[in-house]
């Protein structure tokens, strides 16, 4: 076709036969003019041209999502710390009690109470020196709470160290799980801090088989541990260290610091026990783990307790693990 272009169109130029091809007559030339085009252009643009009215739904939703994310976690985590958490009962006279807290006193047998077996494991110390000794070490003020507890760590003379690691690996156990925002301190009431002489108000103790059944009482034919006030003395069993507990499932690190802050919790004042109160819930730390997690065998340890014997909780450390 032959005749002259319309006015304000540029026909591209072509070379001629005799003329070799010219780099920028190429059909990809245009593209690449309509990408530096494109790619002069704002990304939302883009992103608006693409997806239209979605454009603008897809972030409102996402935004929607993540509060719905949000309120879903702190609903759970308020859920399991409410189940896990002590009651506000607390007896601040606690130190003058005369009697042991915290122990079984029913007459059962080991065999009435299965999950309260002591497991199979390592070695330990049934008869020690009825003397102690105590851990050297201080430490700072642990926790904002305005009632503070003084502590020492001490360990029953007469127990061998290699069954317990030593006494500086039990210390450092009791010192980190105090310490841990999860344990008592928590809860913004209390405060801790390590000395290693004078009367601390508790004392934090690694006990023979022997000593914690008389410091304790043994009516219940099972090893236990407890809160002997007259001593001020948080009495760990160190066949329940060494061994553990048969809910734990062989997770002894975890037991350990249940067995610290259970024990603890009742020389601060949280005598009585708790039951599971919501079904696979965490237990509440003052719930007594060392022998079940289901109401069905607490009750046993406590006919007064009123719960659902159907309720069965999960092992749990903490008093504050939300």
Not at 96 to 103: L, S, W
Not at 168 to 189: E, H, M, P, Y
Not at 237 to 257: H, I, K, L, P
């Amino acid at each position: 076709m032959t005749g002259n272009p319309e006015p304000g169109v540029q026909r591209p130029r072509r070379p001629r036969p005799d003329q070799p091809l010219r780099a920028r007559w190429d059909p990809i030339a245009d593209d690449h003019e309509n990408d530096d085009q494109e790619e002069s252009r704002s990304a939302f643009a883009r992103f608006v041209e693409t997806f239209g009215w979605r454009a603008y739904a897809i972030p409102v939703l996402a935004i929607l999502t993540i509060v719905l994310l949000v309120a879903t976690v702190r609903g759970g985590g308020d859920q399991s710390e409410a189940a896990a958490t002590p009651s506000d009962e607390r007896n601040a006279k606690v130190s003058e009690e005369t009697h042991a807290i915290g122990a079984p006193t029913g007459d059962i047998q080991e065999d009435a109470l299965p999950s309260g077996a002591l497991p199979v494991g390592g070695p330990f110390t049934r008869v020690g020196d009825k003397d102690y000794r105590v851990v050297r070490g201080t430490g700072k003020k642990i926790g904002t709470g305005g009632q503070e507890y003084t502590y020492t760590v001490e360990v029953e003379k007469g127990i061998d160290p290699v069954q317990y690691s030593g006494d500086q690996s039990f210390a450092k156990l009791v010192d980190t799980t105090l310490a841990n925002k999860r344990s008592w301190i928590g809860g913004g009431n209390v405060s801790f801090r390590r000395v290693d002489s004078g009367d601390p108000d508790l004392r934090i103790t690694l006990a023979s088989t022997e000593t914690a059944r008389e410091l304790c009482g043994y009516q219940i034919k099972l090893e236990t541990s407890c809160f002997y006030p007259p001593e001020a003395r948080v009495t760990l069993n160190e066949a329940r260290w060494v061994r553990g507990a048969s809910v734990f499932a062989g997770d002894d690190m975890t037991y350990r610091q249940y067995l610290i802050n259970h024990e603890v919790g009742h020389g601060i004042g949280y005598e009585k026990h708790r039951p599971c109160e919501e079904n696979g819930a965490l237990a509440p730390i003052m719930m007594q783990q060392t022998f079940g997690t289901a109401n069905s065998e607490i009750l046993a340890l406590d006919p007064d307790m009123k719960a659902d014997r159907s309720l069965v909780c999960k092992p749990n450390a903490w008093p504050f693990p939300g």
